[in-house]
């Protein structure tokens, strides 16, 4: 199968740079709702920034002690305004009070580099993570983004490093090399075939090409080529939509249920405490979302969201804006996120199913909310965003016992993960 390899950024004078990105990548960080200081995660500060922002002076007017506890536990205060949370510091003309006050150096680095993480790919040459959180970044708006790239790594503390091995689900382990060329064949599977088939096919001839592989500490291109072939990867399978098991759907209860109100703020660094009803009613956001029942305040989406109709609109993943989730999917790939810790190359597989799920389920419910039988570009664009929050910024935070064991259950078991998948045709 020939394999195309992801063009780097240029220059205007054609000169490849140092730090990659994607083509045509632009941002501008005025006239921005502050997206970045209102979502539902939390924005660590290191032991310095704490001693730093906790002994300024602007700080102490503005924080009652509960708020200075949350501070001193590592990540900035948020309060709850309109249904969502919003950092502590975060005025109503939506700009940062530190940043008014003492300047962008004043505040945490998160929030300097953010939306721009990078990490290094296997060239050792470090890429740029635009969250398509922002919607700057989501719709390519603003100035070129190359000139800001050395101070944005330098606020990120430099590009996290690429995992020196993945595994396989026989055991096997494969070096940077090998890996990253089995994430860009896998890219050239999702350009052809439509993402749900697309995947199913990929866990499948993943494991075929572990099989076919030959038993060598580090296999040539000749080698994992020759294997790849072998493992037939454009093998059709049959694929039926049905309902989703009764794992899945916990799964997915889990984490639309999550982006509801009020679980989207029932969090540690909410500086009001959690009820006993808002427990409840969060207990009840993922009933609705297990049961397909009621309705739901689902974030990013204007109105209620009826449950149930959101089965009734058309696939995301087969639709007119299919290859938008494809597309997406493949820079997720070429930009090796997720690839930073030791892990196995089918659980990446999971995670980008997942993301495309959640994807095609929030476009859907942003459409059933308003009476539409199809998600426009634009809700699939914003639900690309919600699969970045989730799946960039709080994969690397605490993540629950209940996700972490249906990951695995995903990873282990080929009908659950062609049943995750299915649901959605």
């Known amino acids: 199968m020939p394999r195309s390899q992801p063009a780097p950024s240029r220059s205007a004078r054609g000169r490849t740079l140092p730090i990659l990105v994607p083509e045509d990548q632009r941002y501008d960080c005025s006239s921005c709702p502050a997206r970045c200081c209102t979502s539902p995660w939390g924005i660590p500060v290191s032991p310095e920034e704490i001693e730093r922002i906790a002994s ?64 290094t790919q296997e060239s050792g040459r470090p890429v740029a993570l ?22 944005k790594l330098d606020q990120a503390g430099g590009a996290r490093p690429l995992s020196a091995s993945l595994g396989l689900r026989s055991g096997r382990v494969l070096g940077q090399e090998q890996f990253a060329w089995v994430a860009d064949t896998w890219r050239e599977v999702l350009a052809a075939v439509a993402v749900p088939e697309a995947l199913v096919r990929l866990f499948e001839a993943t494991d075929r090409f572990d099989a076919a592989l030959v038993r060598e500490a580090a296999p040539s291109v000749a080698a ?19 309902r989703q098991g009764f794992a899945n759907r916990i799964l997915l209860a889990y984490l639309l249920g999550g ?8 969090l540690p660094h909410r500086t009001r405490a959690i009820s ?10 993922r009933l609705a979302w297990l049961l397909s029942l009621g309705r739901v305040d689902l974030y990013l989406v204007p109105g209620r969201v009826p449950v149930r109709r959101v089965a009734t609109v058309e696939s995301v993943l087969l639709g007119p804006h299919a290859r938008v989730v494809a597309e997406y999917l493949r820079e997720v790939l070429w930009r090796r ?19 495309a799920v959640v994807i095609s389920r929030h476009a859907k ?4 909310a308003r009476g539409a039988a199809q998600a426009d570009e634009a809700q699939v664009r914003e639900a690309i965003g919600v699969a970045e929050l989730l799946f960039s910024h709080q994969a690397d ?29």
């Not at 409840?280 to 956001?285: A, E, F, K, Q």
């Not at 597989?349 to 997942?354: M, P, Q, S, T």
């Not at 419910?365 to 059933?368: G, I, P, V």
């Open 56 to 119: 300024d002076e602007i700080t102490l007017e503005r924080l009652d002690a509960r708020q200075q506890r949350i501070l001193r536990a590592g990540v900035l205060p948020m309060v709850e305004r309109d249904r969502n949370l919003r950092c502590v510091f975060l005025d109503d003309d939506l700009l940062c009070s530190l940043h008014k006050a003492r300047g962008h150096a004043f505040i945490p680095a998160t929030c300097q580099a953010y939306p721009f993480g990078f990490q």
């Open 130 to 151: 635009l969250s398509r959180y922002c919607p700057s970044i989501r719709d390519r708006r603003g100035a070129e983004v190359e000139p800001l790239l050395p101070q």
């Open 224 to 242: 994992l080529e020759a294997a790849w072939q072998k493992a037939e990867p454009e093998r059709p399978v049959a694929l039926r939509r049905a």
């Open 259 to 266: 982006l509801s109100y009020p679980s989207r703020v029932l």
């Open 276 to 285: 006993y009803w808002e427990r409840m009613r969060s207990l009840g956001n």
């Open 337 to 355: 996120q997720g690839m930073h810790k030791k892990t196995y190359l089918h659980r990446i597989l999971v995670d980008l199913a997942l993301m």
């Open 365 to 368: 419910a942003a459409a059933a």
């Open 397 to 425: 935070q605490a993540e629950g016992l209940l996700l972490s064991t249906l990951r695995v259950k995903l990873l282990s078991d080929e009908r659950q993960f062609r049943s995750l998948l299915s649901a959605e045709l």
